[in-house]
Structure formats: C-alpha cells, structure tokens
C-alpha cells in the first residue's frame, strides 16, 4: 500500500534562499510586495528573510524592515534564518513566528559556510533551540550537505544520522535534509529515508532539493514513497547554485506544485496567482527564472519563436 500523504507542506524559501544567492540587489519595497503576493497564493509558510549579520548577505540587510513592511496573512507562518543568539533576538523583536537554523554535515562545509567546526556549532545552536522555546517559538533546522558536499565529496549516512540525532535532542521541532550542490539521486534519498525516518517522529523530516542536474522532482517522488510530507522550494527556481555560476539551484516552488496538482496531491496552492508573483520578481530582477512552467509561460505568452 502505498505511503504517498494525499495532502503535501509547501514551504516557499524564495525570500531567503532564492534571493540570497541573487547579485542584483533588491529594493526592500519589492521584497515586501513580492512576499504579500506570496501571501495570497495559498502557500501557508513563507521563509522571508534571514537574520544573519548585514557584512554575511548585503541583501538580507533589511531584514527588519521586511519583517515590519508585510501584511500578515492569517494562516502563513512567517520564518527567518537566524545564525545566533544575536540574529535570534532580532528575529524575536520582529515578531517572526518561526526560526530556523542551519548547519553542514560535512566539517569541511560547515567551517566554510559558518566559520566553526561541527562540535563547535552544537552549543550555540542549543542557545538559539533553549531561547526560542521559551518564546514558544518553533525551530527548523538547516542540514546541509547530506547527499555531497563541495568540498569533500561522499558523505556518510552515518554521519547523517549522528548529526540528526543531535539536532532532535536538542529540541528542534522539524529538520529540513538540504540537497545543497543537488546531488542526490532517487535511488540515495530511498536509501536515506529508510535508514533515518523510522528514528524520528512521524512528519518531522523535511526535504530541500536543488535541480542543478534536473534530479530534484525525481528525488520529490522517492521521498513521497516514504510518506515525506513538507518540501522547500524556491517560486521559479530562483537562486542558482552558489557553487557553479549560471547553474540553476533551488527546486522550483512552481514546478513542485504543478507534479503535485497533476498527481492529485493537495497542496492548497493557487497556480495562477503563483505564475501572477513569479512574473513580478521577474519583472523586478529583470530576467525569466529557470523553472520549467516559467519557461513556459515566457514561450507561449512573449510571443518568442519557441512555439509555433
Ligand atoms: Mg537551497
């Protein structure tokens, strides 16, 4: 019998994963009204910025504004990243329902991307995981690297598998399994899921595929196998891959929805007004970003050559 949930969490990332890794660096009124269309596409949680130090991402720098400027939707959880206690506190002042950390599997990764060795982020993330809660605050977790890594390649599920350990002991509410340099292959994350799913509860486990070599939905299906319910996406893949410039990187939000739709696996998204917020932050960054339906869209509605 078949696992695959009749209902899927879409989880939009396009404010902070998607525009992080943009150069063009984008007025904070456009993110604002970017993110209230975003609201109104029925997406229920929006990942709108990350409080990370202003010297880390220049265009995350208005963080706070972004958080003051939005029109809160009933019914849309607003996330930020946070690195620290510091961005954690700044995250709480402004009023961000849920936080995020984020971490590598691989050391080498992880020293690079946070300037600490893997023993050495534990601690300060636990401060981060103790303060939210008393906030009542729910904390995601970033893994990244978990099917490769730049730097130094395979990585064991071993290490995986310790590392998720460590992050549920901590108290985190939901650990996000990061396809960082998008690796993965159907047959890795079917291997992965069932080593690690049956040591955590039910619906905690989250994927975060990149398509850079067109594997992404593929590896959507695998996880569906398993029952894996919640998937990061980027709306129209925006964000290339920080490792190989002019690559494509995160899975698009359009893409995902549309593979879901056609399954008949709800996702409580509305396609046309997510289309309708895709071509605004094209409109905004001045290019077509790389998912299939916006290629699509700009093909049979800009009048090009490609269908005739
Ligand atoms: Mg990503």
């Avoid at 958080?67 to 954690?88: E, F, K, M, S």
Wanted: aromatic share 6%; with cysteine.
């Amino acid at each position: 019998m078949s696992v695959v949930p009749k209902k899927i969490n879409v989880k939009e990332v396009g404010p902070r994963d998607g525009l992080q890794n943009e150069k063009l660096l984008l007025p904070t009124e456009d993110k604002i009204s970017w993110i209230n269309a975003l609201s109104r596409t029925g997406l229920s949680y929006i990942e709108i910025t990350s409080f990370v130090h202003p010297d880390w991402i220049p265009q995350l720098k208005d963080a706070q504004e972004v958080a003051d400027g939005i029109n809160r939707h009933p019914g849309v959880t607003y996330a930020a990243l946070v690195p620290n206690q510091r961005g954690l506190e700044r995250a709480l002042s402004a009023g961000i329902d849920e936080v995020s950390v984020f971490m590598s599997v691989s050391e080498s990764h992880n020293r690079k991307n946070i300037n600490k060795s893997i023993e050495e982020t534990f601690p300060v993330l636990q401060d981060v995981v103790d303060t939210a809660k008393c906030e009542r605050k729910k904390v995601r977790a970033y893994l990244s690297t978990v099917f490769g890594c730049p730097y130094q390649g395979r990585v064991e599920i071993q290490d995986v598998m310790r590392i998720c350990d460590r992050l549920f002991t901590m108290g985190i509410d939901e650990l996000s399994l990061g396809d960082t340099i998008g690796i993965a292959n159907p047959k890795q994350v079917d291997e992965l899921l069932a080593k690690l799913l049956p040591r955590f509860r039910e619906g905690t486990i989250a994927l975060h595929f990149h398509n850079t070599r067109g594997m992404a939905l593929a590896n959507v299906w695998s996880a569906l196998q398993h029952g894996v319910a919640t998937f990061d996406a980027s709306l129209g893949g925006l964000g290339g891959c920080p490792y190989a410039k002019g690559a494509s990187g995160n899975l698009a939000t359009d893409d995902l929805v549309f593979m879901l739709e056609q399954m008949g696996i709800n996702t409580g998204v509305d396609e046309a007004r997510l289309q309708n917020a895709a071509a605004f932050i094209e409109k905004r960054l001045g290019k077509t970003l790389p998912s299939q339906q916006r290629r699509l869209q700009t093909a049979t509605q800009g009048g090009d050559s490609f269908v005739r």
